[in-house]
């Protein structure tokens, strides 16, 4: 009886013994940052969707690394990013600022058409001159890069009738309500915001019954998965990028593409 329970001592304290020493071994999820951003990344019934997030998904599956996702404000995210109190984030634009801090995916997430967007029946016309639109209010998102054209117009002081809000819902709210004259945004989301905010029979929509994009499109941009320089985690972004290419040549990410169904997301509230 005495060796029986001299065994099973040791076998408590070895089992004591090992438990800090495994849980210690787990590796904890990349925390991946995203703004609300229908339809490439939000949140709907407390679950992460998008097709930027499925593709994401998908390639850190193939590397085997556990990864979780947190909503967070634009500019904070940034902010996480650039201490390291994130590791990654979503769908981010290549700017030489943004460089300093960021390792970036070397294949792109989606490609964001950016353009200008007035009320139904505004007298307004864009011919590839902004600067001759400068008389006009300008809607934009604090601290998002609308390309190097509309950047460097802004930087120069040529646009200076900027009306800076923290998303495209606060944006679209001030365009149909005549305080800005334009927005300027990405098209599939100004576009799919708008639709959200209609059916939710928004009063201050009422001025505007629909919105329209003038063309040509003022940029195209790559949108990006964005590392943290700061969590030295290039490693990581190899084996991202190995994995996407994978993706690309069997078909898989195509595949993700075409299965996307924005009427699916029809339930979706709008992004804030």
Not at 155 to 174: C, E, R, S, W, Y
Not at 223 to 238: D, G, P, T
Request: charged fraction near 20%.
């Amino acid at each position: 009886m005495k060796f029986k329970s001299r065994l099973l001592v040791l076998i408590t304290l070895l089992t004591l013994l090992l438990i800090p020493t495994y849980l210690s071994s787990a590796e904890p999820p990349l925390s991946i940052a995203f703004v609300e951003y229908p339809p490439y990344h939000f949140t709907q019934d407390e679950n992460v969707e998008g097709i930027s997030i499925r593709i994401i998904e998908e390639a850190f599956r193939r590397i085997d690394t556990p990864i979780e996702f947190k909503a967070i404000p634009w500019s904070r995210a940034l902010n996480w990013l650039k201490t390291g109190q994130i590791d990654v984030m979503v769908g981010v634009f290549r700017t030489a600022e943004r460089e300093v801090y960021i390792d970036y995916s070397n294949m792109p997430l989606s490609k964001a058409q950016i353009h200008l967007f007035v009320t139904e029946g505004a007298d307004i016309k864009y011919s590839e001159d902004l600067t001759l639109l400068s008389h006009l209010s300008f809607g934009v998102k604090k601290d998002f890069s609308y390309g190097p054209y509309f950047d460097d117009l802004v930087a120069q002081k040529k646009l200076t009738k900027l009306n800076v809000d923290v998303g495209i819902p606060q944006l679209l709210v001030k365009l149909c309500t005549g305080v800005t004259d334009i927005v300027v945004g990405e098209r599939r989301n100004t576009e799919y915001v708008f639709n959200q905010l209609s059916k939710q029979t928004y009063p201050q929509l009422e001025r505007c019954k629909q919105i329209i994009a003038l063309t040509p499109a003022i940029d195209a941009r790559l949108a990006y998965l964005a590392f943290s320089k700061q969590n030295q985690l290039n490693y990581i972004r190899v084996q991202f990028d190995e994995a996407m290419k994978s993706m690309k040549q069997d078909g898989s990410l195509h595949r993700i593409i075409e299965s996307y169904q924005p009427h699916s997301l029809s339930k979706n509230t709008a992004s804030h």
